[in-house]
């Protein structure tokens, strides 16, 4: 059972200060819950407590119990499964070409456009709407998933 089963350990009164999915940057694998200790998670829910120094990394069931909340760990898991997904099949969109042979998308009222890196040879950067990346990516997929991330903060 984990640290469920210590007494120095908060059982209710946790908040969630963040959440991810391990698989989002292309990882593979799954982590242990910090809190059961035998569930593989993919989702993590980081819960901090006043009265516990650490931070812990749980999955969506202790998240539930510790926050006494059923509903919002479902609800962000979902968040990052619909994420998952879509950022899955963003490269598979129709992608356009603008007159300047750049490749772009219009989303939710966004545009995205992917482009030559003028200071770096056979690199890519990106843009959405008036807002520019600062790093450059050596192929132009990299390029458009960095703008589905960034898009996908922006949106946040």
């Known amino acids: 059972m984990g ?3 210590r007494k120095d350990v ?3 009164g946790w908040i969630c200060v963040d959440y991810y999915d391990l698989h989002a940057n292309g990882e ?4 242990t819950c910090e809190m059961c200790n035998n569930e593989r998670i993919r989702y993590i829910h980081i819960m901090r407590h006043e009265s516990y120094a650490k931070e812990l990394k749980v999955g969506c069931i202790c998240a539930e119990k510790m926050a006494d909340d059923y509903v919002g760990p479902k609800s962000r898991e979902k968040l990052l499964k619909n994420r998952s997904i879509r950022r899955k099949n963003w490269l ?3 992608w356009r070409q603008s007159s300047r042979g750049n490749d772009y998308l219009n989303v939710d009222g966004h545009n995205v456009t992917i482009f030559p890196d003028k200071n770096r040879a056979e690199h890519w950067k990106f843009k959405i709407d008036d807002d520019f990346s600062l790093k450059s990516y050596v192929e132009k997929n990299q390029a458009k998933i960095a703008a589905f991330d960034a898009l996908m903060k922006k949106r946040e």
Not at 28 to 31: E, I, S, T
């Open 3 to 5: 640290r469920w089963e």
């Open 10 to 12: 908060p059982h209710k």
């Open 28 to 31: 593979v694998g799954y982590a």
């Open 92 to 94: 598979k969109r129709n």
